[in-house]
Nanobody, 123 residues
Framework: QVQLVESGGGSVQAGGSLTLSCAAS????????MGWFRQAPGKEREFVAG????????DYTNSVKGRFTISRDYAKNTVYLQMNSLNTEDTAVYYC????????????????WGQGTQVTVSS
C-alpha cells in the first residue's frame, strides 16, 4: 500500500494552465501504475490519465487528450498532471490514484487514493 499526497490545485481562468503533483511513498512505489481521476458535482468519479513505469505507456480520457499530459519522476516518486487549455468543464476534485492493473482507467482497479485537490476553472 502506498500513500499519496497531492498539491497544485487551485483556481484558474478558462484557457489557463495548472499543474498537479502527487508525491507517493510506501513499499514498492515504483511498481504501481499511477494515474488521475476527477469528480465533478453530481457526476461519478472518472478516469483522466494513467501512466506506466515505462513512461511511454500513457492513457487519457478523450476529453483531455491533447490538453493534459501525465508524467512521472521516479527519482522524486512523484506523478504530475500538466493541464493546459482548461475550460469550465474541467472543474472538479482531482484525485491521484495508484493501482496494479493497466490501464488504470476504472475505479475498481485503484488500490490507493490521494485526498483530492480542487481545481476550479472560471469563465
Amino acid at each position: 500500500q502506498v500513500q499519496l499526497v497531492e498539491s497544485g490545485g487551485g483556481s484558474v481562468q478558462a484557457g489557463g494552465s495548472l499543474t498537479l503533483s502527487c508525491a507517493a511513498s510506501g513499499r514498492a512505489v515504483e511498481r504501481y501504475v499511477m494515474g488521475w481521476f476527477r469528480q465533478a458535482p453530481g457526476k461519478e468519479r472518472e478516469f483522466v490519465a494513467g501512466i506506466m513505469a515505462t513512461e511511454t505507456m500513457t492513457d487519457y480520457t478523450n476529453s483531455v487528450k491533447g490538453r493534459f499530459t501525465i508524467s512521472r519522476d521516479y527519482a522524486k516518486n512523484t506523478v504530475y498532471l500538466q493541464m493546459n487549455s482548461l475550460n469550465t468543464e474541467d472543474t472538479a476534485v482531482y484525485y491521484c490514484a495508484a493501482g496494479s492493473r493497466w490501464p488504470l482507467n476504472r475505479y475498481e482497479f485503484v488500490s490507493n487514493w490521494g485526498q483530492g485537490t480542487q481545481v476550479t476553472v472560471s469563465s
